[in-house]
């Protein structure tokens, strides 16, 4: 959600967003697509992806969702901050809408802060 969000309201050509996890999921919960549909949020090739070294190296900052993950992989200097979201995975629309909503407004300081 959070890549999604992000790139679809970047302006910045030098900023993108990549969301990766420790545990991804094999496929997009159902659920978190119909909330980006709903927001005419095109995901296009986007999916699950698991952390490598590889993303790490090619990033300036890391944001954590919350979702109890480690960060013990993630170099001290490239650590933001903590979105403090709840994870989106076996959870109904409304918990999900809301999820987003709550994420939309965490990151929109972000997406000011690049596009200005």
């Given at each position: 959600?959070?890549?999604?969000?992000?790139n679809?309201?970047?302006?910045?050509?030098?900023v993108?967003?990549?969301?990766?996890?420790?545990?991804?999921a094999?496929e997009?919960n159902?659920?978190?697509?119909?909330?980006?549909?709903?927001?005419?949020?095109a995901?296009?090739?986007?999916?699950p992806?698991m952390?490598t070294?590889?993303?790490?190296n090619?990033?300036?900052?890391v944001y954590?969702m919350?979702c109890?993950?480690?960060?013990?992989d993630?170099?001290?200097?490239k650590?933001?901050?903590?979105?403090?979201?709840?994870?989106?995975?076996?959870q109904?629309?409304?918990?999900?809408?809301?999820?987003?909503?709550?994420?939309?407004q965490r990151?929109?300081?972000?997406?000011?802060?690049?596009n200005?």
């Amino acid at each position: 959600m959070a890549e999604a969000w992000f790139n679809a309201h970047n302006r910045n050509p030098a900023v993108r967003a990549v969301s990766a996890g420790t545990e991804p999921a094999t496929e997009i919960n159902p659920e978190v697509r119909r909330v980006l549909e709903e927001h005419h949020i095109a995901i296009g090739g986007l999916g699950p992806k698991m952390l490598t070294a590889e993303i790490l190296n090619g990033v300036s900052g890391v944001y954590t969702m919350g979702c109890n993950v480690s960060t013990d992989d993630v170099p001290p200097a490239k650590l933001r901050g903590d979105l403090g979201i709840d994870d989106p995975h076996r959870q109904d629309r409304a918990a999900v809408r809301h999820i987003f909503d709550t994420l939309k407004q965490r990151l929109e300081p972000l997406l000011e802060h690049f596009n200005s």
